[in-house]
């Protein structure tokens, strides 16, 4: 008698989905879709660093040129003649020469300032929790939040009042103003993203709270401070406006300068000095660069 085994029923294979019907952006419709969005991408992309180059480094080349031009008349695109004789000349002058000492002292003095001022709420900011925590770090930004020019001028009727007119004091209180979210924002973030436990550690092994401070949390939140002091440098470096209603005619820094130079000097002259005034600015960028692109100055206005 032969045995029957039961025949075992397979299902057959489901068809497989139409591509085109699951996927609605697929098929030709979607491939011209993506096509037409890579074209407008890379016509973007062209557009953009076209207007970068208008912008940006057009500015930047004409002060280039016009710096070592005797003779530029419109419409050539380059000048005629060219000189090296308009740098001696502003290198020459007392008073200009004497406004390149003094931005870098008004520099120096804001970043040390700032630094005593604003580093010790940084770390509070960053290393506790209190009541008011986020209101006081929002109103920091109270001095940017309004036009600077009537900032000033309230400041300069005040500061006539107390005697700070025409005084380094009175010129450095301002310059300090335009630091104050730099030099507490970014070194705050650097603060709190220094681990506790690292901190912990070393008081477990007998180090004293300074000590812990100044071996564990201070190199771990040097490079943000880094930048916070170039960017306050910068700062102050840059300021026109508040300097010249508090310090003018006494104290009179490059920015200050320029007004001058552009209404009364050739501009050849205006264009030698302001390469002069964009030269510190470079080189300090570029000296914390590592720190900047590593995202140390966009951490520190992402403070919670």
Known sequence: MSARHPSVGLDAPAPAPDVQQAHPGGGPAGAGRRAAGAVLGRVGGVVGLALLVVFVFGPLGWLSLRAFTASWAFPALLPSRWTLSWWPRVFANAQLAGSVRLSFAFAFATVAVAAVVCLPAAYAFGRYDFPGRRFFLISLFATNAFPQIGLFVTIASLFYTLKLIETFLGVVIVHVLGTIVFMTWIPAASFAAVPRSLEEAARDVGARPWRVFARVTLP????????????????????????????????????????????????QAAAVFAIVLSIPSVILLLGVRKWVM??????????R
């Open 294 to 303: 590593g995202g140390y100055l966009a951490e520190g206005f992402q403070l």
């Open 220 to 267: 771990l939140a040097a490079p943000g401070i880094l930048v916070a002091m170039i960017m306050s440098f910068l700062a102050s470096f840059d300021e026109a406006q508040g300097t010249f209603l508090v310090g003018a005619p006494t104290y009179l820094t490059m920015p200050v300068e320029m007004y001058s130079l552009v209404l009364n000097y050739p501009s």
